[in-house]
């Protein structure tokens, strides 16, 4: 937050006079002290639209994809415009309308370098409190980086891309790791080509141009068998040995939930005999799936729960505490993801599991396993990914409580 005294940048819809399309314009704000100045942004939007913009949580299911695609875009331009203004405010010492629009609309400073345009974009996304993401662009560039120090958008070519792939892989990384780091520049691409830094013509991705490599379908899921290993040993109690296992189980007994979502739990989510949450992943965007799930409370979740629970903290598993800000609680669930990764591989060996166990088998054994029992396919999807978990969610939130509670003897059928 500003200082009453010190000038700052927000973005508003002008409505004092529609334009001819019946449009808005929207505009660049700079307040000091009582005077105010506007600055055109170039985006002209109707009410409705400027409202879902800037509280996704508002965007109606009957909106196309292609519209949501545009608000999105919207989003990422005007919030870097006010980040960057609001870093150029910072960085006066004796602030003046006249220097701030020296420095925020000088030709010499548009911009045109790629990673300049990384750095709004993650600025903005972290701002947000959405620092895993912002996490992901930021790996992307610095990648990209240590192939080409210096990067405009007119060397953005497929004959780059290909060369970069060709470069990346011969450091020994994956193929798959290259699709994770090559879709965050074809998003700063897309904002760039609506912001006009880069011809649409020019754009590299695409059929005959380069395609960014698909992740293989590597198989997840366990067998009830290594299931039951898991579930059956016996660790020591209070050690990371017994809360990985706990804190896998969990996942899988419930509806296989990640471990932000699990991390971010509160006593306020329990409603009796069932457990009801809106994914972290899902409840800041624009998409339909931002919905609630709800989970019957086994005994075997109960009794995880019950050994967490503590009077003086809100969250049932103490990975967080009330006054966690964003940044820390990034860091903090981070921490407390790996540590339960390395602890569930040695669980794993330990009870003769010959595979490298992580948290997100947990998640594809529940959808697995139930398909296997005979679950529907409207109830469980195909495969159990980041980008599908809120699809699988939503289809069981449709069905009714009772049923969600006989579907889930089929996980403890070992």
């Known amino acids: 937050m500003f200082a009453k005294n010190k000038p700052n940048a927000t973005i508003i819809l002008d409505k004092r006079r529609p334009k001819k399309t019946g449009l808005y314009p929207t ?9 105010l100045r506007h600055y055109p942004t170039g985006i002209d939007l109707t009410e409705a639209d400027f409202t879902m913009v800037f509280n996704p949580q508002f965007v109606g299911k009957d909106i196309l994809p292609a519209q949501k695609k545009k608000l999105q875009e919207y989003r990422f331009k005007l919030d870097g415009i006010r980040v960057h203004a609001n870093q150029i405010l910072m ?9 701030f ?3 925020m609309f000088s030709k010499n400073l548009k911009i045109e370098n790629v990673y300049n345009f990384y750095d709004r974009v993650i600025n903005a996304m972290a701002e947000k409190g959405h620092h895993g993401t912002a996490g992901n662009y930021t790996s ?3 990648s990209l980086q240590r192939f080409r120090p210096k990067l405009e958008f007119k ?11 060709t470069w990346f892989i011969g ?3 994956s193929i798959s790791t290259v699709g994770i780091y090559m879709r965050p520049l074809r998003a700063i691409l897309n904002i760039a080509i609506e912001e006009k830094y880069m011809n649409k013509d020019d754009y590299p991705f695409g059929k005959r141009r380069y395609q960014i490599p698909a992740s293989k379908n590597v198989k997840k899921a366990l067998s009830l068998e290594e299931i039951r290993k898991i579930y059956f040993y016996e660790p020591l109690p209070n050690t990371w040995w017994q809360r990985a296992q706990d804190m896998w189980l969990f996942s899988y007994f419930a509806n296989g939930i990640n471990m932000k979502d699990i991390a971010l739990l509160k006593k306020e989510n329990i409603e009796g005999d069932y457990l009801r949450l809106v994914r972290a992943k899902t409840q800041h965007t624009n998409r339909a799936a931002s919905k609630q799930i709800s989970i019957y409370l086994t005994d075997d979740l109960k009794r ?8 003086d903290c809100d969250y049932l598993f103490r990975v967080l505490d009330k006054n966690t800000d964003s940044i820390k609680q990034h860091k903090l669930i981070k921490q407390f993801v790996k540590m339960v990764n ?5 669980i794993a060996k330990e009870v003769g599991i010959d595979k490298h166990i992580t948290t997100y088998h947990a998640r594809h054994s529940f959808a697995t396993v139930l398909k296997r029992s005979g679950a529907s396919t409207e109830m469980i999807s195909e495969s159990l990914g980041h980008s599908s978990m809120s699809t699988t969610a939503s289809y069981l939130d449709s069905f009714e409580d009772e049923t969600k509670r006989d579907m889930m003897k089929a996980l403890k059928n070992f």
């Open 342 to 346: 390395d602890y569930i591989g040695r």
């Open 140 to 142: 992307s560039m610095k």
């Open 91 to 99: 960085q006066q010492n004796f602030f003046s309308f006249e220097k």
């Open 171 to 173: 450091k020994g990384r």
């Open 304 to 311: 995880i729960i019950k050994r967490y629970e503590s009077p």
């Open 155 to 165: 060397d953005v070519t497929p004959k780059f891309l290909n060369d970069f792939e």
């Open 27 to 35: 505009r660049l704000r700079i307040t000091n002290m009582r005077e």
């Open 101 to 103: 629009e020296e420095l």
